[in-house]
């Protein structure tokens, strides 16, 4: 049985979102933002989920860190709620909403955790949807305005920032499906709130380093990488197009500096407006890039396919293939300039049941983190520098339109009375950290 023994200073930990556990939606001054209008929406969330209360972290934050320490965690990624500090999305600022991150911030460094803090991850303030959202470019200056602000308050115990999390779902799944906040179901907006966000993160860094130049900005890409359902040419060329259109609308306008070709192909007049100097402000250096990797996705000349043959499969319909993470942390290593890499999330859903003895046997999510674990430090072994993981995720959440249907945490959450039991995943992790090895 072999042992992949990492790094002494890596550093392993565990992540969430803030509408995704917070819950206090409208408490203490915090405004309204898109994603409790969409859960508000009849049809949108299964089950009629909301996130009004989900894990009740606003007020359980502290029981929440001790179960951090309790797994021994390094770091915890988390994401902070714009309209809980700028209700209305710019202008005065609800300083309740400010101490509550500040009270955060300040318990993690009491548990001895590196905070990696997220400015956005979804939860735009619905008074600025209402003004076009990510389809105006002026949403971009009151982000900046935002990340300004948190750097301000924050800076000096959070050294860690990233200024989005998975731009292209804010893009394709909030503005071209339909499916996530704010519901846009249109191909032109949705490219140009992808540039819009682009041009938002570039503010958003140098607004960072403005209010304290001492801290590391980054952003986190989620990355599926595309491969031939056969070695037969015609399924290499669509795997490889089907990547070059999908996966580095983000990629390289911030680390090459411009749109590839094959964007500009495949999108044609739907191509979003770039004004002059938008190129060079979107690729501001980075201290670092957050990678979120789940799966795979396999392509044939006919198109992606949806179900492999042998291939175990998550709860949420998505093969498990911890190869094609290394194979796409190789690639992407090779044909980028890329800063240090945090793997800053990757984990699964399955079903839990609660045994007779109380506890969560959860093998399925435990192997699926070995896999990966083992496959990240094969790429380490590749070359790629990597620092860190964050597990998806610390508790189970409201898994956006899926509601709290999907469980992702090594953390067990009771909705109805909020206790927490840490799963047998969650126990295995601890291991992890204690001996900083995993065993095949
Ligand atoms: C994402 C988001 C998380 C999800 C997780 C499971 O990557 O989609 O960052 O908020 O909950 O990935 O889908």
């Keep these: 049985m072999s042992i992949h023994k990492f790094p002494h200073n890596f550093l392993w930990g ?23 209008r969409f859960s508000h929406t009849p049809g949108k969330i ?9 894990c009740d972290h606003y007020h359980r934050y502290t029981e929440d860190i001790a179960l951090m320490r309790t797994l021994g965690l390094k770091a915890y990624r988390f994401s902070t709620a714009w309209a809980r500090v700028f209700p209305s999305g710019r202008g005065c600022i609800n300083t309740k909403g400010l101490d509550f991150y500040d009270r955060l911030v300040d318990a993690m460094c009491a548990a001895n955790l590196e905070p990696f803090l997220t400015l956005y991850h979804w939860d735009l303030p619905q008074a600025l949807q209402d003004q076009g959202g990510w389809t105006n470019r002026n949403t971009a200056y009151a982000f900046a305005d935002y990340a300004a602000v948190m750097t301000k308050c924050l800076g000096d115990r959070v050294r860690n920032w990233t200024t989005f999390n998975e731009p292209s779902v804010i893009t394709f799944i909030g503005n071209l499906t339909g499916e ?39 952003i986190v890409l989620n990355l599926w990488m595309a491969e031939p359902a056969t070695e037969a040419t015609q399924d290499v060329e669509a795997a490889n197009n089907f990547w070059d259109v999908n996966e580095t609308l983000f990629l390289d306008p911030i680390f090459k500096g411009f749109y590839p070709p094959a964007v ?19 690729a501001q250096e980075l201290d670092f890039v957050g990678i979120n990797y789940y799966s795979r996705n396999v392509i044939s000349a006919s198109g992606k396919m949806n179900k492999i043959p ?53 093998p399925e999510r435990t192997d699926y983190l070995r896999q990966h674990f083992i496959q990240t430090h094969l790429a380490m072994q590749d070359g790629v520098d990597i620092r860190g993981y ?3 995720s610390l508790l189970d959440n ?40 995993v065993r095949e």
Excluded at 14 to 36: H, L, P, R, V
Excluded at 404 to 429: H, L
């Design 180 to 218: 996530h906040a704010p519901g846009i179901k249109d191909t032109k907006i949705s490219y140009q709130v992808a540039h819009n966000l682009n041009v938002a993160h570039g503010l958003g860094v140098q607004a960072i380093r403005s209010a304290n130049s001492k801290v590391n900005a980054g």
């Design 398 to 437: 409201f898994e956006w339109g899926h509601g709290f249907s999907k469980r992702f945490g090594m953390v067990r959450v009771d909705y109805e009375t909020q206790k927490r039991t840490i799963k047998d995943s969650g126990e295995w992790y601890a291991e992890v950290i204690r001996t900083n090895q």
């Design 390 to 392: 964050m597990v998806w």
């Design 14 to 36: 565990a992540a969430t979102a803030s509408y995704q556990i917070e819950g206090a939606w409208n408490e203490d001054g915090k405004g309204e933002s898109i994603w409790d």
């Design 264 to 282: 500009y192909e495949a999108i044609g007049e739907k191509m979003p407006e770039i004004k002059d100097g938008d190129l060079a402000l979107i």
């Design 310 to 362: 042998g291939s175990a499969y998550t709860e949420m319909g998505w093969e498990v293939c911890a190869p094609a993470l290394r194979r796409m942390l190789v690639k992407i290593n090779s044909e980028y300039k890329l800063p240090p890499i945090y793997i800053t999330e990757n984990g699964s859903a399955f079903q839990d049941t609660i045994s007779s003895d109380g506890k969560i046997h959860d």
């Design 46 to 54: 299964t089950n009629a989920d909301t996130g009004d209360v989900a």
